[in-house]
């Protein structure tokens, strides 16, 4: 079983930055995937960003392209996402996601397992 602890949320305005942490335990992640999703009130959970554990190629979503940078630290075995130039539709509850088949997808249901969330609020 694998645990994903997200921190690094908080309250920015708009054209600040953020950098989102998460910390993941209990298995070995070497052909893992990892992402980033997120939920705004009253919306479906959207695909924000991905990784692919082992070589670290990087795949994001149309709305954050240019603005947010998936990374991951194998020794520490944390995965970060870096926000900048954040706007108040970013706003919104981020997750962490991983699961053990390879390659990048940015659908819900190809990750396994999940964190609890870290609310991320850009005032304009």
């Known amino acids: 079983q694998v645990r994903l602890v997200e921190s690094g949320g908080g309250w920015v305005q708009a054209g600040g930055s953020l950098r989102l942490s998460c910390a993941a335990s209990?298995?070995?992640?070497?052909?893992?995937?990892m992402g980033w999703f997120r939920q705004a009130p009253g919306k479906e959970r959207e695909f924000v960003a991905a990784?692919?554990?082992?070589?670290?190629?990087?795949y994001y979503a149309d709305s954050v392209k240019g603005r947010f940078t998936i990374s991951r630290d194998t020794v520490k075995n944390m995965v970060y996402l870096q926000m900048n130039s954040l706007k108040p539709e970013d706003t919104a509850v981020y997750y962490c996601?991983?699961?053990?088949?390879?390659?990048?997808?940015?659908?819900?249901?190809?990750?396994?397992?999940w964190g609890q969330g870290t609310q991320v609020t850009v005032s304009s």
């Open positions: 209990g298995r070995t992640l070497s052909s893992y995937r």
């Open positions: 990784i692919t554990w082992s070589g670290g190629t990087t």
């Open positions: 996601a991983a699961d053990r088949r390879p390659g990048l997808v940015t659908t819900i249901s190809a990750y396994e397992h």
